[in-house]
């Protein structure tokens, strides 16, 4: 099945710091979603773009979609030690099933 | 609230033995998932439902089997076929216009083979 790829695979940084990760993938979509999944627990939904918006914004997150480079971002400001956990893309390719990128794990240091 | 409960959280499992995991949803959703997560992986899809009495293999199945006998259920059941079965299982679920409003996830069972 096609995965999608996120990078980096591993971010560190510093409270305070804004944190980017990058999705890529590589059949159309119908939208694109990000999940954030604490240390061995379920996944979170974070927020939903679709194919034809550019840019959303959520409280400190920011994802903007290039339908035409087939890659997604998300920026989170001002980072928490809270924000500590692994990111995930999910491609809503409109068939039956959900694709998942490969996961960005974010290490917030206070 | 409404949500998906995943149980039990850990499981052990003697080699040769099949396991059943349970999901359950109050959600009304129509569509249910079952993912499977390796240390430091994505999820790979294992079996999936769009409606109760149907189910399609996800790209992962062989060694596992499921039902759809009720809206809210949906239990995953890992045989003695499944070579490698220690992992993280996930649920979903989403409603019939999946793309519109995202998914919800249980918290997940690990299981582990003893």
């Given at each position: 099945?096609?995965?999608?790829?996120?990078?980096?695979?591993?971010?560190?940084?510093?409270?305070g710091e804004n944190a980017t990760m990058n999705c890529s993938y590589k059949t159309s979509i119908n939208n694109l979603q990000w999940y954030r999944q604490n240390s061995g627990r379920g996944?979170?939904?974070l927020i939903l773009i679709r194919s034809n918006e550019r840019e959303k914004h959520s409280g400190r997150l920011r994802v903007t979609l290039d339908t035409s480079k087939k890659s997604s971002s998300l920026l989170i400001t001002a980072s928490r030690a809270?924000?500590?956990?692994?990111?995930f893309c999910l491609m809503d390719t409109g068939r039956r099933a959900l694709t998942f990128g490969s996961g960005t794990r974010l290490q917030v240091q206070p | 609230d409404g949500g998906i409960t995943q149980s039990p959280k850990y499981l052990f499992r003697k080699e040769g033995q099949n396991v059943t995991l349970s999901c359950e949803q109050n959600l009304n959703h129509d569509a249910m998932y079952w993912y499977r997560q390796d240390?430091?992986?994505?999820?790979?899809?294992?079996?999936?439902?769009?409606?109760?009495?149907?189910?399609?293999?996800?790209?992962?199945?062989?060694?596992?089997?499921?039902?759809?006998?009720k809206?809210?259920?949906?239990?995953?059941?890992?045989?003695s076929?499944?070579?490698?079965?220690?992992?993280?299982?996930?649920?979903?679920?989403?409603?019939?216009?999946?793309?519109?409003?995202?998914?919800?996830?249980?918290?997940?069972?690990r299981l582990t083979v003893v």
């Open positions: 099945s096609q995965q999608g790829e996120e990078d980096p695979q591993a971010l560190s940084i510093q409270e996944l979170v939904h809270a924000d500590t956990a692994s990111y | 240390p430091g992986q994505g999820l790979r899809l294992i079996y999936y439902s769009q409606i109760v009495n149907d189910f399609q293999k996800g790209d992962i199945a062989e060694g596992y089997s499921v039902s759809r006998e809206k809210e259920s949906f239990p995953l059941t890992v045989t076929a499944q070579k490698n079965p220690t992992a993280f299982y996930l649920c979903a679920s989403s409603i019939r216009d999946r793309g519109a409003y995202g998914y919800t996830f249980g918290s997940g069972t």
